[in-house]
């Protein structure tokens, strides 16, 4: 099929905000807009205003009431407890309604934070739609992070209700969730007024009486009674939640999403991306707690009546490297969206696809890769085993659904291993050099993208416009900066290269080196430290510390090393993957005191590098190198 995507990008290009209106046609409204796109309002102006509209009506109710009531809305598939559970579109809305007459009576009403520290079970996408039912604003936070990093998000978010578990089950290990929720309250400077706690049989947790409940016992009274609560009308410029993601320091950002533009974006997005037909089933094999679980676990499938999966368990290990296709052939899976990673890991324990002959997989259509670079050699992988199209998107947090990608839904378009694609309608990507001109086809340089963005970003961050401004908006006008490099090929593809700031991506999961530093800081025997991300044939890369101690400390490195281990998964949590760190004599820096970071990556990756003009004592980098040797720590070529 020839693309359609040069005729509905043009489309787009020639009446940006009459597309989008089109768009929202496939949207339940309860009030409609007065004006389509307002560019008076907020930084850079928001879509929709003056509509009214429910998020959780849009991705529920209309779908009961419009013939859906007994396909499968959710399927819960998790190999580390053995279970498995379908829940209709009527079974779903049930829940999520005996799910919003508990936080009622807890107190949540339109506008209150409702923060969300769950493993992958369907009470977590209960909980998600039953704030949107409210009008209430979730803010989900990532299983994987610790205790300090919950509390720094408790703090900024200020929820009146936490929902959380007992306990997460990772392979091999059950993860108490409670104490580290306990543990983030006493931290936090604000405290929740009440938590609802999910009881799981692998680990209960204790209670503590006049603040925590427990969920599953409420919800099954809720549920007996046929409590019913309606659907509350929200403005479309209203948060549906608070996400946070890592910034270049300790304090996350929260980036906030809308109500009426993320559902038109999302709806446009299953159809026309993904290609995905209301029906169908759609499997994001990522967790609730990113952008991408967010978007394409919860909302986007749901909003277009297709079948989501959720599924607790890993690509490899759950119970092996098959996983991924036994749940494809079972739920007839047509499209299959991941992380590169998970698709590398797969690789290193079964390279031939072993596994693969044991299942049907003939359903589906179509592999979506996104969170990190795909990496050609992963990309040919999958496409010769699977025999489907394998697309690369780009895409980030804030911006809550692809900015450049194969629209599959228009067409395919011809694939270039290594590029994102093109645009997706509402985004104009320039590659600008450090002063904002053009570049040339070819020429890297900072990707940016004109104001305004499309319906489904972020209008702000939460409880910080003035953060927002300065971090996205003012270092090139007019634009949004990415802070991603890459380039514009001749035939307008996109080639993402890196970040350009101190973002680093492991598994997947976008990391701030700042943050791992304040904790490496924190530390009594530091003095000071650097952390970078070395490149890593599983995970893309992994952090990796540098310290330099303090004067008289007397304690071996290797103790110190141990406890920098022990302080940073702490502090950040597993997910940070902190394992690699170094105690040195001295960091390489320039004559102005800053730390050359680059050059110690390019060391540690083993690339050629240049020595940098500006350096203080170039000795400094043998130093690190031998360190690096010495550890084991250094990529062989
Ligand atoms: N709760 C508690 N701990 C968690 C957790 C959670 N929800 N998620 C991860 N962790 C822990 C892991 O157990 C691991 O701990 P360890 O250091 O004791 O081994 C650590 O955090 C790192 O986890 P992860 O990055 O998942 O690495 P892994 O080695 O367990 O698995 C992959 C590697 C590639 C299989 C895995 O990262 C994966 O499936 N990635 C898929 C990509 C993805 O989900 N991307 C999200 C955006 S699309
Ligand atoms: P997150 O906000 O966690 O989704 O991470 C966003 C960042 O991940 C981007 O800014 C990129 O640096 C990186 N990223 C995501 N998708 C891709 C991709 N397809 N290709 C290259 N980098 C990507």
Redesign the pocket.
Known sequence: MASRYAEVYGAWQSDPVGFWEKAAGSIDWMKPWDKAFDETAGAYGRWFVGAECNTCYNCLDRHVSRGRPGQPALIYDSPVTNTKKKYSYKKLLDHVIAMAAVMKDHGVEKGDRVLIYM?MIPEAVMAMLACARLGAVHSVV???FAAHELATRINDAKPKLVVSASC?I?PGRV?PYKPLLDDAIDQATHKPEACLIQQREQATAALKIGRDNDLGMLMQQALSAGRQVPCEPVAATDPLYVLYTSGTTGQPKGVVRDNGGHMVALKWTMENLYGVEPGEVFWA???V??V?GHSYIVYGPLLHGATTVLYEG???GTPDAGAFWRVISEYQVSSLF??P??FR?IKKEDPSAQHLQRYDVTGLRSLFL??ERADPDTIIWAEDILRVPVIDHWWQTETGWCIAGNPLGLGPLPVKRGSSTVPMPGYHIDVVDEGGQPQEAGMLGNIVVKLPLPPGCLPTLWDAEERFVDSYLSEFKGYYKTSDAGLLDEDGYLFIMSRTDDIIN????RLSTGAMEEALAGHQDVAECAVIGVADE??GQLPCGFVVLKDGVDRTPETIEKELIALVREQIG??A?FKKVLVIDRLPKTRSGKILRGTMRSIADGQEYKMPATIDDPMILEEIASALNEKGFVKSS
């Open positions: 493993p990532f299983g994987g997460g990772e993860v094999a990522s967790d707690g990113w991408v890993k690509p490899v991941t992380a990673t998970a890991a996104a969170g492991v598994a997947g999961h599983l995970k597993p997910v993957a």
